[in-house]
């Protein structure tokens, strides 16, 4: 019996060649702070291991003014920033509504392959996150849980698979 499987077909893809980024990382939390923030660490971790730079980090206070003026300080500086935190369903998460109002547009495909990467690993659960990525000054800047194994999942298994890629996008 003949079976079809489809394959993954190429798609045009660029990017810029032995791209080492500058990150900025900033977790958004009421109750955690640098001594304590694991998905911070874990991020910074990532990065640094994949030969990036993280050139700036931070833990704020879930404030929309502060969380929209910190990612820009740290755009001044950074290729991308990565944000942990605030991207729950409660009243205080508000990493969203923050970035997305100072965004040129939002990368929808980010959320949509992370709540399908996280939802093989953690179930119907993964719907209570609204993880996803926006483009603020011709930048990325990634929205993450604040949990370690989502911070992990977005940076292992997305940012730095195509961070390159992104970033070759972005500045032609």
Same mark, same amino acid.
């Given at each position: 019996?003949?079976?079809?499987? !489809?394959?993954?077909?190429?798609?045009?893809?660029?990017?810029?060649?032995?791209?080492?980024?500058?990150?900025? /990382?900033?977790?958004?939390?009421?109750?955690?702070?640098?001594?304590?923030?694991?998905?911070?660490?874990?991020?910074?971790?990532?990065?640094?291991?994949?030969?990036?730079?993280?050139?700036?980090?931070?833990?704020?206070?879930?404030?929309?003014?502060?969380?929209?003026?910190?990612?820009?300080?740290?755009?001044?500086?950074?290729?991308?920033?990565? /944000? %942990?935190?605030?991207?729950?369903?409660?009243?205080?998460?508000?990493?969203?509504?923050?970035?997305?109002?100072?965004?040129?547009?939002?990368?929808?495909?980010?959320?949509?392959?992370?709540?399908?990467? %996280?939802?093989?690993?953690?179930?119907?659960?993964?719907?209570? %996150?609204?993880?996803?990525?926006?483009?603020?000054?011709?930048?990325?800047?990634?929205?993450? !849980?604040? %949990? !370690?194994?989502?911070?992990?999942?977005?940076?292992?298994?997305?940012?730095?698979?195509?961070?390159?890629?992104?970033?070759?996008?972005?500045?032609?």
């Amino acid at each position: 019996m003949f079976m079809w499987i !489809p394959r993954r077909r190429a798609m045009h893809h660029h990017e810029t060649k032995n791209f080492a980024g500058k990150f900025g /990382v900033i977790t958004c939390s009421s109750t955690r702070t640098q001594e304590d923030d694991d998905s911070g660490k874990t991020i910074m971790e990532l990065l640094e291991n994949a030969g990036h730079e993280v050139v700036s980090y931070e833990v704020i206070k879930d404030d929309e003014k502060l969380i929209r003026k910190t990612v820009l300080d740290f755009l001044e500086d950074s290729d991308a920033v990565i /944000v %942990s935190g605030g991207t729950g369903i409660t009243k205080h998460d508000l990493t969203i509504q923050a970035v997305s109002s100072i965004s040129e547009y939002e990368m929808t495909g980010f959320g949509h392959l992370f709540a399908t990467l %996280s939802y093989q690993e953690i179930g119907t659960n993964a719907a209570l %996150s609204r993880a996803t990525a926006f483009v603020v000054q011709r930048k990325p800047v990634f929205c993450l !849980p604040g %949990s !370690p194994a989502g911070a992990n999942l977005g940076v292992s298994r997305i940012i730095l698979e195509q961070i390159s890629h992104i970033h070759h996008e972005l500045n032609r």
